[in-house]
């Protein structure tokens, strides 16, 4: 079964940090890549970031860019959220998704396998 399964979730003070990890069962993320996407309280799913397979090039929503910062370990099958100088405007619900296609993308419904999502907080 290809699973995602986020962690490193939870209540952190503005201008706090936090560690998203993305892990990945049954599938290989080598050949996806991947993104993270969030859902806020009566708003719209946006994507936040995105890393491609090809060659690890990345993406950003405006508003993160500079805080937040992607990654990959394929040898750990696992993709990474650092998030830095948290605002209480980032509190969401943080998924992950992986897409088959070497480029990466914001656009969800290109992405083939999501995560359950993790809660994170940010708040004093």
């Known amino acids: 079964q290809r699973q995602l399964v986020e962690s490193g979730g939870g209540l952190v003070q503005p201008g706090g940090s936090l560690r998203l990890s993305c892990a990945a069962s049954?599938?290989?993320?080598?050949?996806?890549?991947i993104g993270w996407f969030r859902q806020a309280p009566g708003k719209e799913r946006e994507g936040v970031s995105w890393?491609?397979?090809?060659?690890?090039?990345?993406a950003y929503l405006e508003s993160v860019k500079g805080r937040f910062t992607i990654s990959r370990d394929n040898a750990k099958n696992t993709a990474y959220l650092d998030m830095k100088i948290l605002i209480p405007e980032d509190t969401a619900v943080y998924s992950c998704?992986?897409?088959?296609?070497?480029?990466?993308?914001?656009?969800?419904?290109?992405?083939?396998?999501w995560g359950q999502g993790t809660q994170v907080t940010v708040s004093s």
């Open positions: 998704a992986a897409a088959f296609r070497r480029i990466g993308t914001m656009t969800a419904d290109l992405y083939d396998y």
């Open positions: 049954g599938f290989s993320l080598e050949h996806y890549s």
């Open positions: 890393i491609s397979s090809s060659d690890d090039s990345t």
